[in-house]
C-alpha cells in the first residue's frame, strides 16, 4: 500500500468507505490468523523507572507515585494463575526497572518455564545488549517496545535519552529479532505534535520491520506529566486526533500491512470505549486480548495513563468477563502459546525456537 494511500484512510471520514476498511480488515485477519482470539496473561510487575518520558505516569519525576515490585514468589503465582485460566502466554511487564537485576530476571523466567507450559513475553524497555541475549538463553520468548513514533524529533521531544546515551529503538527491535525473540513494536496515536504523515510512515515502518506482534493505543494524557499540561494544538489540521476512531484505523491498516502478525485490542482501546472498544477491536483486525493477572492491591499503581480499565477485578473476573466477550463475538480461543504466524514464517528455515530445541 502507497504512502499517500495510507494518509487517505488516515484522514477518511465517509462511514461508507470506513466499513469498507473494517471489512477488509477483518476478512484478511481470518484469512491469515484464523478466528482464534489469544489471551495473554498481563503482569505488571514493578512501575520503577528510570525514564522521563514526557506522556508516562511512571516516570521518574512522578514521586508522588507510591512505587512497587513484585516478589519472584508473587510473579510466578500469578503466571501460575494464568496458567490455569487457560491462558497460553505470560506477558511480564514493568517500567525501564534500574533495580532489575539481570540474573534475577533469568532465574524468574527460568522457574516460569518450568513451573508452566506458558509462552513468556518481556516488556521491560529498553535494555542492555547483555541481558537481552541473557533472557533469551532463559527462556524468553517475545518481546514488546514500542517505538512510539518514526519522527525523530518527537521521539526526542517525548522519550529524553538516558545521560550519555541515544535511544535507538529501531536497532533494538533488529537486534531482538536476531536474538530468536518473537518481536512486538508498535506506536502511540494521537500524540501531541504528531502530523498524518509521521502516523503513515509508521505504518509502513511495521511492515518494513517484519513485526511479528504490533500492539497501538491512543494517547491518553496524564496530568502529572509535561506532555498531559501542555495544550496540543501546535500543528493545526495536521495533527492526528487520539480518538478511538483512529485507533480503529492504525490496527486495520496494520492487518492489511502485517497480515500474519499478532495484534492485540489493548486496554488503552478498552479505556476510551469500556463498552464494546476491545468488541471492535476485535471486529477490526485484531486477535488477541492481554486480561490483567496482577495481583489487584498493585493495579491502580501502574498507572501509565490515568482512568484504566480493569483496576478491581480478580483475575479470574478479568478471565470471565473477557471469555463472556469473545464467546458472544463467536470468536474461538487460541490453545497452546498462540506463537505469532509471521514468526513461524521467519523462523521456518532458521530452525526453531530455543524452547523447541529443548
Ligand atoms: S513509558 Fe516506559 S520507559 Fe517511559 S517513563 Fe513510562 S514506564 Fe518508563
Not at 511492515?207 to 497501538?216: F, H, T
Not at 495533527?239 to 485507533?247: A, G, I, L, R
Request: proline content about 4%.
Amino acid at each position: 500500500m502507497e504512502h499517500k494511500e495510507i494518509i487517505s484512510l488516515l484522514r477518511e471520514s465517509d462511514p461508507r468507505r470506513l466499513d469498507r476498511l473494517w471489512d477488509e480488515a477483518d476478512r484478511v485477519r481470518r484469512r491469515h490468523v484464523g478466528d482464534q482470539v489469544h489471551l495473554r496473561g498481563l503482569i505488571e510487575f514493578s512501575n520503577h523507572c528510570r525514564r522521563m518520558c514526557g506522556y508516562c505516569g511512571l516516570r521518574a519525576e512522578n514521586t508522588l507515585l507510591e512505587r512497587y515490585r513484585m516478589s519472584e514468589d508473587e510473579i510466578v503465582a500469578a503466571a501460575v494463575e494464568a496458567d490455569r485460566l487457560g491462558y497460553g502466554t505470560v506477558v511480564l511487564q514493568s517500567g525501564e526497572d534500574p533495580g532489575l537485576d539481570t540474573q534475577w530476571m533469568c532465574n524468574l523466567i527460568t522457574r516460569i518455564k518450568r513451573q508452566t507450559p506458558l509462552a513468556v513475553t518481556l516488556s521491560l524497555g529498553e535494555r542492555d545488549e547483555h541481558e537481552l541475549a541473557a533472557w533469551r538463553q532463559a527462556g524468553a520468548d517475545r518481546y514488546l517496545l514500542r517505538f512510539e513514533t518514526s519522527n525523530r524529533r518527537l521521539f526526542d521531544k517525548i522519550h529524553p535519552p538516558q545521560p550519555g546515551k541515544t535511544g535507538d529503538r529501531l536497532a533494538v527491535l533488529r537486534r531482538l529479532g536476531s536474538l530468536g525473540y518473537e518481536v512486538g513494536s508498535g506506536v502511540m496515536i494521537g500524540i501531541p505534535g504528531q502530523t498524518f504523515v509521521d502516523l503513515a510512515a509508521d505504518i509502513g515502518l511495521f511492515a518494513e520491520l517484519d513485526l511479528d506482534m504490533i500492539g497501538v493505543g491512543p494517547y491518553i494524557a496524564h496530568p502529572r506529566t509535561p506532555l498531559g499540561r501542555t495544550a496540543d494544538d501546535e500543528i493545526g489540521d495536521d495533527q492526528v486526533p487520539n480518538s478511538e476512531q483512529m485507533t480503529y484505523k492504525v490496527m486495520a491498516l496494520a492487518r492489511l500491512l502485517c497480515p500474519a502478525a499478532n495484534i492485540p485490542a489493548t486496554t488503552a482501546l478498552a479505556t476510551l470505549n469500556k463498552v464494546t472498544g476491545r468488541e471492535l477491536g476485535l471486529a477490526r483486525g485484531a486477535n488477541a486480548i492481554m486480561p490483567n493477572v496482577t495481583p489487584t492491591k498493585y493495579r491502580r499503581l501502574y498507572e501509565i495513563y490515568p482512568h484504566k480499565v480493569c483496576i478491581q477485578e480478580t483475575a479470574q473476573a478479568c478471565g470471565a468477563c473477557i471469555r463472556g466477550r469473545v464467546e458472544s463475538m463467536g470468536r474461538t480461543f487460541g490453545i497452546g502459546r498462540g506463537d505469532s504466524a509471521n514468526y513461524r514464517r521467519r523462523q521456518g528455515s532458521r530452525g526453531q525456537s530455543i524452547e523447541d530445541r529443548g
